[in-house]
């Protein structure tokens, strides 16, 4: 077995929840990526290994150097080797990487890594214990597994689309990549669960993903309500269509606030708290189907009583009357320990060349691990000491 030579870390840090435990990733874009991103941050020591031409994230819309964004997003703390899978040489070299791995992560498409010798069937003979992970578009068999799988396409086969954007308008997709990102977040747990129980049975296995299936689960909610009602959900833009004011967006003095208080109680605070008592006993919105009713009428005329109160003052207000609110805020207006974001959710990721850039980091609180900054590795800036404590190790399988 290959020596696991883990990157140096903070030697006041206490030991992590993976610390030991080696992942090989075969991984481009964000699904993979992402998903031992979450591995990394836990303690594992990721080797991510890339073609020559390196991971496609690292310049995918980016031409200043070899980290763009999507790169510098989800490969912080990695260890690169480059090595070439169209060589017979390189292929052995990285079956015994994966074999000597706790965990394998993979995003080619179908059948690819099982032609290369990668595959989980061979790798898992080689290596029972090995947990494979491995995320597709559209599935691992079948007709359709072979298209290429992009979040864009999921979003909108899995029905993610037809609810977004505005009614009579066509079809808006998730302004980020939301199924890639919970694909990630989706693997990262299979693998997790698939560790525990080989704590259990001494064995691994396959955690297969599709990014079809994560974006149709996703929408769990809107499926419930189509199978209770037999109504098909439609594009309503803001706001739900069976409660008021729920989702909806109202015009402040200084920008947008997102309110939802469509019970009665809440409904009644509401009207209390903006001076407006007598609105919860109009007949046009003294109940949520009323509301649902009129509810141009009553956005009109909540958005009146807001014109001079500032979006921050009617959050705290809200707040203090259990009214759920929240002000509609751009990248530039989120910060570290203000409205309930974690003081340290930022890390500062470095790369050669450039000033650092701050991040979020680990979306948990966990005891006993702290939230680090990152380096994102030069393509195949760890290929000689990887490989160097290749060689020592058992002859390749």
């Not at 990721?46 to 690292?58: F, H, L, Q, Y």
């Not at 669960?193 to 993903?209: E, F, K, S, Y």
């Not at 189509?226 to 098909?232: E, G």
Request: aromatic content about 4%.
């Amino acid at each position: 077995m290959p020596q696991k030579n883990t990157p140096s870390r903070d030697q006041d840090a206490p030991d992590l929840p993976l610390q030991g435990l080696r992942v090989i990733e075969f991984g481009q874009f964000i699904a993979v990526p992402a998903a031992a991103q979450v591995l990394a941050d836990l303690g594992a020591d990721v080797i991510k290994v890339e073609s020559p031409a390196g991971d496609a994230a690292r310049q995918s819309g980016w031409a200043s150097d070899a980290a763009g964004p999507m790169f510098s997003a989800y490969n912080r703390g990695k260890r690169s080797v480059v090595l070439d899978l169209r060589s017979e040489q390189d292929r052995v070299k990285a079956r015994q990487l994966a074999v000597g791995a706790d965990v394998v992560l993979q995003n080619a498409r179908p059948g690819s890594m099982e032609k290369l010798g990668l595959g989980p069937d061979r790798l898992l003979t080689l290596a029972p214990r090995l947990v494979y992970g491995q995320v597709s578009g559209f599935g691992q068999q079948g007709p359709s597994s072979i298209r290429p799988g992009f979040d864009i396409a999921a979003q909108a086969e899995s029905g993610m689309m037809s609810l977004n954007g505005e009614a009579g308008r066509d079809p808006v997709r998730v302004g980020f990549t939301v199924v890639d990102v919970l694909a990630g977040q989706t693997l990262a747990t299979g693998v997790m669960a698939a560790l525990i129980r080989r704590g259990v049975t001494g064995q691994g296995g396959v955690v297969d993903i599709s990014l079809i299936d994560v974006a149709v689960a996703a929408i769990a909610n809107a499926w419930a309500e189509y199978r209770l009602t037999q109504v098909m959900p439609s594009r309503k833009g803001n706001g739900q269509p069976t409660m008021a004011p729920a989702a909806d967006v109202l015009n402040t003095k200084d920008g947008q606030v997102v309110l939802s208080a469509y019970t009665e109680d809440h409904f009644s605070k509401l009207c209390q708290i903006i001076g407006k008592p007598e609105l919860a006993t109009d007949p046009r919105f003294s109940t949520n189907k009323e509301r649902v009713n009129h509810r141009g009428l009553l956005m009109q005329t909540l958005e009146t009583a807001l014109r001079d109160m500032s979006s921050e003052a009617l959050c705290d207000l809200l707040a203090k009357g259990g009214v759920v609110a929240g002000a509609v805020r751009t990248l530039s207006q989120v910060e570290p320990g203000r409205s309930g974001v974690s003081k340290d959710l930022f890390v500062e990721v470095s790369y050669s060349g450039r000033q650092p850039i701050s991040i979020p980091g680990l979306p948990m609180n966990l005891d006993g691990v702290r939230r680090t900054p990152g380096h994102l590795p030069a393509l195949g800036e760890h290929t000689d000491e990887v490989l160097a404590a290749l060689a020592s190790s058992d002859p390749a399988p």
